[in-house]
């Protein structure tokens, strides 16, 4: 069975200060990784993933992450954050082992201040 | 390309009774998954069909339903209503693999 762990529930940032949020999974097999967004009253957006290849992973709105399977951990960062960007972020695992349904972290908030 | 819509935006039912909630999944997306989302438990899986057919199942109990149609569309149905099926419930669609899942913007479920 696999887990994921976000261990940081709100994050707070001025606005274009580099962010990080972190992730942390746990699987006995090769997983995919995930990073979701959910604005307020809305559903989850896509923001990028890693299936296999290069560990660095480019997303949408300038965030990229890096899977790191020795530490097995999947960070997302973002160099210059704006206050759009505020909102929940959710990281994700699915494997073959769990027929591919998305195993969510608890999430983690992210508040950007002017 | 439309996106994933799900009806109705928001719902309010009594204990007891039962909902039934609908997905329309993007243009030749075969899968259909459903989440639930509470402030407590987060984000779980409910169940995924593919061509009409129950593929997966998460853990929650028979009152929780879902089909499928031969269009792809889905519906979940709960009976029975419980003050904690309160939620937001997430439909998303994907191709066969599962392996980029796009998310509708949800039904808000609230129990009185």
């Known amino acids: 069975a696999q887990s994921v762990t976000q261990l940081d529930s709100q994050v707070p940032v001025f606005e274009e200060a580099p962010v990080e949020l972190r992730c942390n999974y746990s699987?006995?097999?090769?997983?995919?990784l995930f990073w979701y967004v959910q604005y307020p009253n809305q559903g989850l957006q896509l923001l990028l993933k890693?299936?296999?290849?290069?560990?660095l992973v480019k997303g949408i709105n300038g965030f990229e992450a890096e899977f790191n399977k020795s530490q097995t951990s999947f960070h997302l960062r973002k160099p210059s954050v704006h206050i759009s960007d505020t909102a929940e972020y959710f990281c994700?695992?699915?494997?073959?082992?769990?027929?591919?349904?998305?195993?969510f972290g608890s999430g983690t908030r992210l508040l950007v201040r002017p | 390309k439309a996106g994933v819509t799900q009806t109705p935006r928001y719902l309010i039912k009594t204990r007891g009774q039962q909902v039934t909630l609908s997905c329309s999944p993007i243009?030749?997306?075969?899968?259909v998954s459903w989440y639930q989302q509470t402030p407590g438990q987060g984000l779980q899986f409910l169940f995924e069909?593919?061509?009409?057919?129950?593929?997966n199942k998460g853990n929650f109990p028979g009152r929780f339903s879902g089909r499928q149609f031969s269009n792809s569309r889905s519906e979940m149905n709960v009976s029975t209503l419980e003050l904690g099926d309160s939620a937001l419930y997430l439909c998303?669609?994907?191709?066969?693999?599962?392996?980029?899942?796009?998310f509708g913007p949800g039904t808000r479920l609230t129990v009185t």
């Open positions: 998303a669609s994907s191709t066969t693999d599962m392996l980029e899942q796009y």
């Open positions: 699987s006995s097999v090769s997983v995919y």
């Open positions: 890693y299936l296999s290849g290069s560990t």
């Open positions: 994700a695992v699915s494997s073959m082992d769990s027929s591919y349904k998305l195993i």
């Open positions: 243009s030749g997306h075969r899968s």
């Open positions: 069909y593919f061509s009409e057919t129950q593929r």
